[in-house]
């Protein structure tokens, strides 16, 4: 009966710090401060009042603050109180279940309306003269492949979610490890994407109202993604050390929201920009 009331008392505190959080802030301000630097390099190379090295101090500042934000968040959301006090996951009642989850849907609508200003973009840059003089080859194998792994990965996500409420633990800890992999291999397949678009046919950012669309989208998908893997990384660990449980798994279900949402967006993103300029 202790125990109960110590671990309800853990959760209402730490709902209470949570609320008044600090973290969040410096995770967007280091959020705008990264898409503030890199803007500025590209600006750099055409007005050179604009220092270079200015774009990308401000750029890595914004991308430490961010990991830093999203790291202390993470640790005041749902570490603190596990260190602390033993208290395998939060929240464990069902109305801050559906409230985490309700927030995270939240969250994901509003980044959906981030994806959509990119998208509307893009579709007035194919209302001018096309396809645009530098538009290179975009369906290869290597978008093929990286869709079809990042589909996986949901496929994988969904059933390790349901091996844990089966409490089938160690299937639930191997499928997020594939989960994660899989993830891992995205991202890697999207940088040699861009290192063969930028290095060995001279693609860049910089080539065109097209190319700021494809990288500002693929970028900010790319962003997205890892973010996602990081999350994916805490809940292997925490798998690893028997946080989660039939009845344990918020922070389960808010990640596995967020990462069938990047892959959704990804099949749309490939549809209309890889596909779709081709058309």
Do not use: C
């Amino acid at each position: 009966m202790a125990d109960s009331v110590e671990a309800s008392d853990a959760v209402h505190d730490r709902d209470e710090h949570h609320e008044r959080s600090r973290w969040p802030v410096i995770g967007a301000a280091g959020a705008a401060a990264l898409y503030v630097g890199v803007a500025l390099v590209f600006v750099s190379e055409s007005v050179p009042m604009v220092p270079t090295a200015l774009g990308l101090a401000v750029a890595v500042a914004g991308t430490v603050g961010l990991v830093v934000g999203l790291l202390g968040w993470t640790d005041e959301a749902f570490l603190d109180g596990y260190l602390a006090r033993g208290v395998t996951d939060y929240p464990t009642d069902d109305a801050n279940r559906i409230k985490y989850r309700a927030t995270m849907v939240v969250f994901l609508a509003t980044d959906l309306a981030t994806f959509a200003a990119g998208f509307v973009y893009y579709f007035f840059v194919r209302a001018g003269t096309w396809p645009p003089a530098e538009l290179p080859h975009l369906l290869t194998s290597l978008v093929a492949v990286n869709t079809l792994v990042l589909l996986a990965s949901s496929v994988t996500l969904h059933y390790a979610h349901h091996a844990l409420h089966e409490g089938e633990r160690r299937r639930f800890e191997t499928l997020l490890g594939v989960t994660l992999l899989a993830g891992v291999l995205f991202v890697a397949g999207q940088a040699y994407e861009y290192f063969t678009f930028v290095v060995e046919e001279g693609f860049t950012l910089t080539d065109g109202v097209f190319a700021s669309a494809f990288y500002g989208l693929t970028g900010l998908h790319g962003l997205h993604v890892s973010l996602g893997v990081v999350l994916l990384g805490l809940l292997a660990v925490r798998a690893r050390r028997g946080h989660f449980g039939p009845e344990r798994d918020t922070a389960v279900v808010t990640v596995s929201l967020y990462w069938h949402f990047v892959d959704a967006v990804w099949v749309f993103l490939v549809v209309v920009l890889y596909v779709g300029a081709s058309v």
